[in-house]
C-alpha cells in the first residue's frame, strides 16, 4: 500500500508550504490546522483498514524488503499514529491561541510539523536505520521548538537536551553497526526471522550488541538512570507544545523498546533485556514518583511524572520475556501507551491554561483558580484521577491490566512499587489542586483569555473518560495489536512477502559466516559469530 | 586578517570576480555528472555555498543578506518531496524513478535520470542552509 508514506508526506509538505506562508499569521494557523485534521482522517481510516484486512507493507522506490526501506503498518503502529495525530491536532489548536506573532516568524509550525512528520515516521518504518532517521528528524524539529523566542534559561536546558540526544545518536548508530555484523541486517521483520532460533556463542553475541540500541531507547524513553535530562528541558518548551513533547516523545522511546526487544530480538536468551528493564522500571518508578513530590513548579512536577508514568509501561515490556504473560503484559503495555498519551499531553496542556489564568508558574503562588476558571478545574481534575488510576477512567483500566500481569508473573516486588507509585502520584496531584486551585483567589479576574484553549483540551479528556467507560473493545484492539508483535509471523509475511526464499545473497552470507570465512580473520563479527565453542 | 580589512583588499577583489562564477559552473557541471559519476547534489551544493563565501568575504555578508536564502531550503525540499510524490500519484512506490531519453538538436542523445530531480532539491537545500549560516555569522561580525 503506497499511500503509507503520506503520513510522513503531508507534513513534510506543509512544513514547507507554512515557511513559505511565513509574515501570514492567520493563513498559517488555518493551514497548519487543516493539514493536522485531514491526516488525522488518514489515520483513523488506517486503523480500521489494518484492523479488518491486515497489515500493510510498502517498499519505498520499489526496492523490496529487505534491501530497500520498508514502511509497515500494523496494528501497534496505526494505534500510535492515531494517537500522534490526534495529540497533534489538538496542539495545533491550542496553540493557535497562545503563540506570538514573533514566535510563527521564526518558524514555530513549520518545525512543529517536521516534528510530527518524525514521530509519524519512527512508528510507521520497519527498518531500523530508517528508525535513526526518524529519531534525527524529530530531533530537529524539537531543538528548534525549544529555542523559538528563547531567553538564556531556554538556551541553558535546551543544550543538556541537545548534548543527551547527540550522544543517544552517536550510540544508536554504533549499536546499528554492531547489529549488521552480526545479524547480517537492519530490516525489522528480516532481523527477527534471522534471529528467531539462534543459539549458541552467535545469540549472546545479538544479546550483548542489543544491550546499545537499549541504552539509546531508554534513553530516549527516559528510563533510570537516564532520566535526569527531562525535568530540566521540558519545562522550558513553548506551552501548548510542551504537551506533545510530554505526551508523544517519551513515547517513540518506548515504542522502539517495545517494537525491538519484543519483536525484533528472538534469539536464545533475549529474555536478558526483559529482565534489565524489570529492574530499571522499578527504579524509574519510585524516583520518578518521588522527584515529582519535591517540585514547586507546576510543570516541573508534571514532567517527574512522566518519568514516573513511563515505569509502568516499561515494566510491562519486561514482564513481556515470560512467555505466559507475554500477551496480557503487551496489550497492558499498549493500553497504558495510549492512556498515557491523551491524559499526559491534555494534564500539561491544563497546566498551561491554569498558568494563563492565575498569571504565574510557581505552584505557591497560585491559587483560587478553581473559582477563577471552574470549568478548567474539573478538566484538571478528571485527568489528574486519571493520571493517578482512579476508576471509572483509563488510568485504572490501563495499570489494572499492568500489575494483573505483574501478578500472573509472580513478580511481587515490581507490582508493590507500582502500588506505591499509584498513591504518590495521587498525593503529587492532590497538591497541585490543593494549591493551584484551592486557597483565595491569587488575583480577582484570569489573567487572560483561556475559553480557546480549553474547549481542545477537553477533547481530549473526554478521550480518557471514553477509553475508560469503553474499555473492553479498547483491550481487544490492544491485545490483537500485542499478538501481532509477539507472534512476527503475520509481520514477516507482510514485508517480505509470503514464503519468500532467501537470496542466494544471503545464503551465500551465511555460509561463509558459518564456516568462519568471511573477510578478515580479525574482523570480530565474522571469527565469534559461528557457533563453534572452541575457538582459538 | 579580519574580515572587514580582507573585505576592502582590491586583491580578493578581483580575484573574486573571476573566481566566484568559476567555481559556480564547476558545482553545476559535478551537480550534473553527479549520477554516473563522483559529484552530485550535496558536494555540488557545498560548492556552490564556498562561492558563495568567497563572494561574502569579498563584498560583506549585508550585500549577500538581500537574498532571503533560507527559501532555497524551502524551495529545495519541496523540489526533492515533489520528485518522489509524481510516482506515488502515478500508483507507483514513492521515490520509484526512471529515465527520460530524448534527442535535442545540437545536443545530441540525453539520458536523464528523474533522480536529477530530486538532486536538484539536495543541491537547494545544501546551498540555502548554508548560506543562511554564512550569512547569519558574517552579519554578527559588524
Same mark, same amino acid.
Given at each position: 500500500?503506497?499511500?503509507?508514506?503520506?503520513?510522513?508526506?503531508?507534513?513534510?509538505?506543509?512544513?514547507?508550504?507554512?515557511?513559505?506562508?511565513?509574515?501570514?499569521?492567520?493563513?498559517?494557523?488555518?493551514?497548519?490546522?487543516?493539514?493536522?485534521?485531514?491526516?488525522?482522517?488518514?489515520?483513523?481510516?488506517?486503523?480500521?483498514?489494518?484492523?479488518?484486512?491486515?497489515?500493510?507493507?510498502?517498499?519505498?522506490?520499489?526496492?523490496?524488503?529487505?534491501?530497500?526501506?520498508?514502511?509497515?503498518?500494523?496494528?501497534?503502529?496505526?494505534?500510535?499514529?492515531?494517537?500522534?495525530?490526534?495529540?497533534?491536532?489538538?496542539?495545533?489548536?491550542?496553540?493557535?491561541?497562545?503563540?506570538?506573532?514573533?514566535?510563527?516568524?521564526?518558524?514555530?509550525?513549520?518545525?512543529?510539523?517536521?516534528?510530527?512528520?518524525?514521530?509519524?515516521?519512527?512508528?510507521?518504518?520497519?527498518?531500523?536505520?530508517?528508525?535513526?532517521?526518524?529519531?534525527?528528524?524529530?530531533?530537529?524539529?524539537?531543538?528548534?521548538?525549544?529555542?523559538?523566542?528563547?531567553?538564556?534559561?531556554?538556551?541553558?536546558?535546551?543544550?543538556?537536551?541537545?548534548?543527551?540526544?547527540?550522544?543517544?545518536?552517536?550510540?544508536?548508530?554504533?549499536?546499528?553497526?554492531?547489529?549488521?555484523?552480526?545479524?547480517?541486517?537492519?530490516?525489522?521483520?528480516?532481523?527477527?526471522?534471522?534471529?528467531?532460533?539462534?543459539?549458541?556463542?552467535?545469540?549472546?553475541?545479538?544479546?550483548?550488541?542489543?544491550?546499545?540500541?537499549?541504552?539509546?531507547?531508554?534513553?530516549?524513553?527516559?528510563?533510570?538512570?537516564?532520566?535526569?535530562?527531562?525535568?530540566?528541558?521540558?519545562?522550558?518548551?513553548?506551552?501548548?507544545?510542551?504537551?506533545?513533547?510530554?505526551?508523544?516523545?517519551?513515547?517513540?522511546?518506548?515504542?522502539?523498546?517495545?517494537?525491538?526487544?519484543?519483536?525484533?530480538?528472538?534469539?536464545?536468551?533475549?529474555?536478558?533485556?526483559?529482565?534489565?528493564?524489570?529492574?530499571?522500571?522499578?527504579?524509574?518508578?519510585?524516583?520518578?514518583?518521588?522527584?515529582?513530590?519535591?517540585?514547586?513548579?507546576?510543570?516541573?512536577?508534571?514532567?517527574?511524572?512522566?518519568?514516573?508514568?513511563?515505569?509502568?509501561?516499561?515494566?510491562?515490556?519486561?514482564?513481556?520475556?515470560?512467555?505466559?504473560?507475554?500477551?496480557?503484559?503487551?496489550?497492558?503495555?499498549?493500553?497504558?501507551?495510549?492512556?498515557?498519551?491523551?491524559?499526559?499531553?491534555?494534564?500539561?496542556?491544563?497546566?498551561?491554561?491554569?498558568?494563563?489564568?492565575?498569571?504565574?508558574?510557581?505552584?505557591?503562588?497560585?491559587?483560587?483558580?478553581?473559582?477563577?476558571?471552574?470549568?478548567?478545574?474539573?478538566?484538571?481534575?478528571?485527568?489528574?484521577?486519571?493520571?493517578?488510576?482512579?476508576?471509572?477512567?483509563?488510568?485504572?483500566?490501563?495499570?489494572?491490566?499492568?500489575?494483573?500481569?505483574?501478578?500472573?508473573?509472580?513478580?511481587?516486588?515490581?507490582?508493590?512499587?507500582?502500588?506505591?507509585?499509584?498513591?504518590?502520584?495521587?498525593?503529587?496531584?492532590?497538591?497541585?489542586?490543593?494549591?493551584?486551585?484551592?486557597?483565595?483567589?491569587?488575583?480577582?479576574?484570569?489573567?487572560?483569555?483561556?475559553?480557546?484553549?480549553?474547549?481542545?483540551?477537553?477533547?481530549?479528556?473526554?478521550?480518557?473518560?471514553?477509553?475508560?467507560?469503553?474499555?473492553?473493545?479498547?483491550?481487544?484492539?490492544?491485545?490483537?495489536?500485542?499478538?501481532?508483535?509477539?507472534?512476527?509471523?503475520?509481520?514477516?509475511?507482510?514485508?517480505?512477502?509470503?514464503?519468500?526464499?532467501?537470496?542466494?545473497?544471503?545464503?551465500?552470507?551465511?555460509?561463509?559466516?558459518?564456516?568462519?570465512?568471511?573477510?578478515?580473520?580479525?574482523?570480530?563479527?565474522?571469527?565469534?559469530?559461528?557457533?563453534?565453542?572452541?575457538?582459538? | 586578517?579580519?574580515?572587514?580589512?580582507?573585505?576592502?583588499?582590491?586583491?580578493?577583489?578581483?580575484?573574486?570576480?573571476?573566481?566566484?562564477?568559476?567555481?559556480?559552473?564547476?558545482?553545476?557541471?559535478?551537480?550534473?555528472?553527479?549520477?554516473?559519476?563522483?559529484?552530485?547534489?550535496?558536494?555540488?551544493?557545498?560548492?556552490?555555498?564556498?562561492?558563495?563565501?568567497?563572494?561574502?568575504?569579498?563584498?560583506?555578508?549585508?550585500?549577500?543578506?538581500?537574498? /532571503?536564502?533560507?527559501?532555497?531550503?524551502? &524551495?529545495? *525540499?519541496?523540489?526533492?518531496? %515533489?520528485?518522489? #510524490?509524481?510516482?506515488?500519484?502515478? !500508483?507507483?512506490?514513492?521515490?520509484?524513478?526512471?529515465?527520460?531519453?530524448?534527442?535535442?538538436?545540437?545536443?545530441?542523445?540525453?539520458?536523464?535520470?528523474? /533522480?536529477?530531480?530530486?538532486?536538484?532539491? &539536495?543541491? *537547494?537545500?545544501?546551498?540555502? %542552509?548554508?548560506? #543562511?549560516?554564512?550569512?547569519?555569522? !558574517?552579519?554578527?561580525?559588524?
Amino acid at each position: 500500500m503506497n499511500s503509507l508514506i503520506l503520513v510522513i508526506l503531508v507534513p513534510l509538505f506543509s512544513a514547507m508550504i507554512l515557511a513559505l506562508l511565513r509574515g501570514l499569521p492567520r493563513l498559517e494557523k488555518a493551514f497548519c490546522v487543516a493539514s493536522c485534521l485531514g491526516l488525522t482522517a488518514f489515520v483513523f481510516w488506517l486503523l480500521v483498514h489494518v484492523d479488518a484486512h491486515g497489515i500493510q507493507a510498502t517498499a519505498l522506490s520499489g526496492y523490496s524488503a529487505p534491501f530497500g526501506i520498508a514502511f509497515v503498518a500494523d496494528r501497534l503502529a496505526c494505534i500510535m499514529l492515531c494517537l500522534s495525530m490526534s495529540v497533534g491536532s489538538v496542539v495545533v489548536i491550542y496553540t493557535c491561541f497562545t503563540v506570538t506573532e514573533q514566535q510563527q516568524n521564526l518558524f514555530f509550525y513549520p518545525l512543529f510539523q517536521i516534528i510530527l512528520a518524525g514521530v509519524n515516521w519512527a512508528f510507521i518504518t520497519g527498518d531500523l536505520f530508517n528508525l535513526f532517521v526518524a529519531y534525527e528528524v524529530m530531533l530537529i524539529g524539537s531543538y528548534g521548538l525549544m529555542l523559538v523566542g528563547a531567553g538564556k534559561e531556554q538556551v541553558r536546558q535546551s543544550l543538556k537536551y541537545i548534548a543527551i540526544n547527540v550522544v543517544g545518536g552517536s550510540f544508536f548508530v554504533i549499536g546499528l553497526g554492531y547489529l549488521y555484523a552480526t545479524v547480517g541486517s537492519l530490516n525489522m521483520a528480516d532481523i527477527a526471522q534471522r534471529t528467531a532460533g539462534m543459539t549458541g556463542q552467535r545469540a549472546h553475541m545479538v544479546t550483548a550488541m542489543s544491550m546499545v540500541l537499549l541504552f539509546v531507547f531508554a534513553l530516549k524513553a527516559a528510563t533510570f538512570p537516564l532520566i535526569y535530562w527531562l525535568p530540566d528541558s521540558y519545562p522550558v518548551v513553548p506551552a501548548g507544545v510542551s504537551g506533545y513533547f510530554a505526551g508523544l516523545l517519551t513515547k517513540v522511546g518506548v515504542y522502539s523498546l517495545l517494537r525491538v526487544f519484543v519483536m525484533v530480538f528472538r534469539q536464545e536468551g533475549h529474555e536478558f533485556a526483559g529482565q534489565v528493564l524489570l529492574v530499571l522500571s522499578g527504579l524509574t518508578m519510585l524516583l520518578g514518583v518521588m522527584g515529582a513530590m519535591c517540585q514547586w513548579d507546576i510543570r516541573k512536577i508534571l514532567s517527574w511524572h512522566i518519568i514516573s508514568q513511563v515505569g509502568y509501561m516499561v515494566m510491562g515490556i519486561g514482564l513481556a520475556s515470560q512467555p505466559a504473560i507475554a500477551a496480557i503484559a503487551v496489550a497492558g503495555t499498549i493500553f497504558y501507551v495510549v492512556h498515557h498519551i491523551v491524559v499526559k499531553s491534555s494534564l500539561f496542556l491544563v497546566g498551561g491554561i491554569a498558568e494563563r489564568v492565575t498569571g504565574t508558574q510557581e505552584l505557591k503562588k497560585m491559587g483560587g483558580a478553581l473559582d477563577l476558571a471552574p470549568g478548567v478545574a474539573g478538566l484538571f481534575l478528571v485527568a489528574s484521577f486519571s493520571l493517578a488510576g482512579m476508576p471509572p477512567f483509563s488510568g485504572f483500566v490501563s495499570k489494572f491490566v499492568v500489575i494483573k500481569a505483574g501478578m500472573q508473573g509472580g513478580n511481587y516486588v515490581v507490582v508493590a512499587i507500582a502500588v506505591i507509585t499509584g498513591f504518590l502520584t495521587l498525593y503529587s496531584m492532590a497538591k497541585i489542586w490543593s494549591y493551584a486551585f484551592w486557597g483565595p483567589k491569587c488575583r480577582p479576574a484570569p489573567a487572560g483569555r483561556y475559553r480557546g484553549m480549553a474547549a481542545p483540551t477537553s477533547l481530549l479528556i473526554l478521550f480518557t473518560i471514553g477509553l475508560g467507560l469503553f474499555a473492553q473493545p479498547c483491550l481487544r484492539l490492544a491485545t490483537d495489536a500485542a499478538n501481532d508483535v509477539i507472534d512476527p509471523t503475520n509481520y514477516i509475511q507482510a514485508v517480505l512477502g509470503p514464503d519468500k526464499p532467501r537470496g542466494p545473497r544471503d545464503i551465500k552470507f551465511d555460509e561463509e559466516l558459518e564456516s568462519g570465512q568471511l573477510g578478515d580473520r580479525h574482523a570480530s563479527a565474522a571469527t565469534i559469530a559461528p557457533d563453534k565453542e572452541a575457538l582459538p | 586578517m579580519t574580515p572587514q580589512t580582507l573585505g576592502n583588499s582590491p586583491i580578493l577583489r578581483t580575484v573574486c570576480r573571476f573566481a566566484v562564477p568559476l567555481t559556480v559552473l564547476v558545482s553545476l557541471k559535478i551537480f550534473w555528472q553527479g549520477h554516473n559519476l563522483p559529484g552530485g547534489g550535496f558536494i555540488a551544493g557545498a560548492m556552490a555555498a564556498a562561492a558563495g563565501a568567497m563572494y561574502l568575504m569579498a563584498f560583506g555578508a549585508a550585500k549577500a543578506s538581500r537574498i /532571503a536564502w533560507w527559501k532555497f531550503s524551502v &524551495v529545495g *525540499l519541496l523540489c526533492s518531496l %515533489t520528485t518522489g #510524490t509524481v510516482p506515488l500519484l502515478m !500508483g507507483k512506490a514513492y521515490m520509484d524513478h526512471t529515465f527520460l531519453n530524448f534527442h535535442l538538436p545540437l545536443l545530441g542523445h540525453q539520458h536523464i535520470p528523474t /533522480a536529477v530531480f530530486f538532486d536538484l532539491g &539536495v543541491f *537547494l537545500i545544501v546551498l540555502g %542552509t548554508l548560506m #543562511t549560516i554564512f550569512v547569519e555569522l !558574517g552579519l554578527e561580525e559588524r
